[in-house]
RNA sequence: GGGCGGAUAACAAAGGGGCUAUGUGGCGGACUGCAGAUCCGCAUACGAGGGUUCAAAUCCCUCUCCGCCCUCCA
């Protein structure tokens, strides 16, 4: 099966070929670190990580490079606020932002590069640019002209003609036309600022993202993407850019990741709505949320809320009942040949096909999900008839849900941790046992649960419902799932 | 105003001329002390109006509504 990417350029779905055979280049836009990483950063860098497992699950070497804005007006300006040097303050987010992601369980690109450390390049860009009669200096500023480079507008579809109804001209203005862009700005006081032909500044936003993703990448390179909001002029501002100095193809596949909304609302400063990557993760499992972005399609504008996640952990659950079954089914080294084995190995062979041509079709990752759900009703439809499963088609089975789990990185977990409430858990359910057993103290999780157990079965035996239900109760809050099966009652840790 | 994209059951969300999407929720049944999990069954869909076609949620036209971008926001 060909892979298919919708590409922004065309507004078509085209069938993948890459610059180089068996390798893919990539570049996303990356963070202007000022504040904290916020769950829209996580959808749309999610949703590339997934774009780039599954380019390596297809067998292509992946250099994926993500750029950190470190040098911008917002940094300077809350900079400014705290009395601190800017580049000191988005050294400083640099870092808590990408361990953010790292939390959420996203994949690092391979590299990083910052503006502040390509300043050379940005300036040598811009020489070229003006060089080629696309620049002009302004009193100390250096703009791009967009009347110059003939196919602006390449992108987002639109003409400047268009672009310009509408639009006031300021007199006072350095620009010729008000969608000329910065290349380089010259500095205020208070800012920091780097030598230049043109005296002391900074560069403008666009230019390095022009400059970097050609500096490590080359051109043409495969792939470019980043928020849908960054389309235009961001975007359309890079290819005029890089194109105009180059004179070669700047990015060959574009792509966009709808953004997310929450509550219906678009995340905004000012509606104050904004929800951070720290304070999600203090509510909800890493893996519910990539669960829940997994969910809508990359194109699609998710919307958050705690309903919906909560209705993903759910789902996620359902999922790792079938993978726990698996793993016991494995462990019984069975070797039995009932034609429903059969039968099963044949639904792997259809759940890796129906998976995968959901991810080739434009990576539609919903798709995909629908798939492993159909599996996951074929397993426990499996494990009711069949008396004896063998434990080769269970590992077969467990196999190619690790391998695809991989993809979207979920089901990884060998076994369920109890993440950082742990404590909190422990210390509850030695509290509530207790009143029902003795000895708790400096007992594991499991045995205070296998001593509840046992006083439930006590309890069990007498009838005494109250007693048993309540345990079970208290336990079920506390995220441990009783079940009374022909074999005795089992646990299992729900998701959280 | 210009550009881009949407409207699918209670909710979320794929699909895109004839084939049960899927998940959560709801209803009924099996199992259970009762639950839970699981299984079996059921119900509720394609914004409105036209058109093309043997057949339209899907293609075409018109309309209504919604979102995003045109502000250095992923």
Sequence with gaps: MTLKIYNSLTRKKEDFKPVEKGKIKMYVCGMTVYSDAHIGHARTYFAFDIIRRYFE??????????????????????????????????KKFTTKCLDDLDHLGIRRADLYPKASETIDDMIKLTEEIIKKGYGYESDGDVYFSVEKFTEYGKLSGQKLDDLMSG??????????????????????????????????????WH?????????????????????MDLRFPHHENEIAQAEAATGKEFARYWIHIGLLTI?????????????????????????????????????SPPDFSEKALENSKKGLDRIYRIKEKLEECIAKKEKSSEDANKEFDEAISEFKSSFESAMDDDFNTPQAVSSIFDFVNTGNRFFEKVKNPNSNICKKAHDTFIK???????FQDEKKDYGKIHDDILKQLRKFASSYT?????????????????????????????????????????????????????WRKKMI
């Design 438 to 490: 003795t000895d708790v103290e400096g007992k594991t999780i499991e045995d205070v649960i296998d001593l509840l157990l046992e006083a439930r079965e006590e309890a069990r035996n007498k009838k005494d419902w109250n007693t048993a239900d309540s345990i079970r109760n208290n336990l079920d809050r506390l995220g441990f799932e009783i079940q009374d099966t022909a074999e005795g009652p089992v």
């Design 263 to 299: 509550n219906g609302e678009k995340m905004s400063k000012s509606i104050g709505n904004i929800v951070n990557v720290k304070d999600l993760l203090s509510r909800w499992e890493p893996e519910v949320v990539r669960f829940f972005f997994a969910q809508a399609h990359y194109r």
């Design 207 to 227: 230019i390095e993202c022009s400059a970097m993703s050609s500096k490590f990448l080359g051109l043409p390179f495969d792939i470019h993407g980043g928020g």
């Design 57 to 90: 699950y297809k067998g292509f070497k992946v250099t994926y490079v993500q750029n950190i804005t470190d040098v911008d007006d917002k940094i300077i300006a809350a900079a400014n606020r705290e009395g601190v040097d800017p580049l000191e303050y988005s």
């Design 404 to 410: 695809l789990g991989n993809i979207l990185t979920l």
């Design 167 to 204: 639009v006031r001209i300021d007199p006072e203005d350095k620009k010729h036309n008000p969608f000329d862009f910065a290349l380089w700005k010259s500095s205020k006081p208070g800012e920091p600022s780097w030598a230049s032909p043109w005296g002391r500044g900074r560069p403008g």
